[in-house]
């Protein structure tokens, strides 16, 4: 039937393309811990369930809604649609200001309350982050 070689060679072939096949399941596993998703507040007023894995909410901050208590500060996310309450504490950075574009990094409790771990600002007035942009329709 088949020689000593060609079994050998269909072997060697297997064997390297089950370690290749193993590798890329190992390296898209360990990946996916480190995903983190990207959600406006309309977008999360749609969900029928609340997941418990870190989220990322963007849009902008709403005047008048910033309150800062001893170390913890709450504010409100709107994408102009719908409405999220942020709570976080910790160092706000420089650029987080009522009406400029922010996005929150953390855990969403309810459809209406978002426990936020880390604030990230945008650094210009004339940048936004595509994400933001588009939740918010503009171009």
Known sequence: MYGR???LRFLFIAIILLTLILTVFLILKSLEENVIYFQSPTEIKSLTEIDKSKIRVGGMVKKNSISINSNEVNFVITDFKNEINVSYSGAVPNLF?????IV???FLEDRNFFSAT???AKHDENYMPPEVKEALGEK
């Open 97 to 101: 200001a009522e009406g400029k574009g």
């Open 118 to 120: 880390k604030i990230l």
């Open 104 to 106: 929150a990094e953390g």
């Open 5 to 7: 070689k060609v079994k």
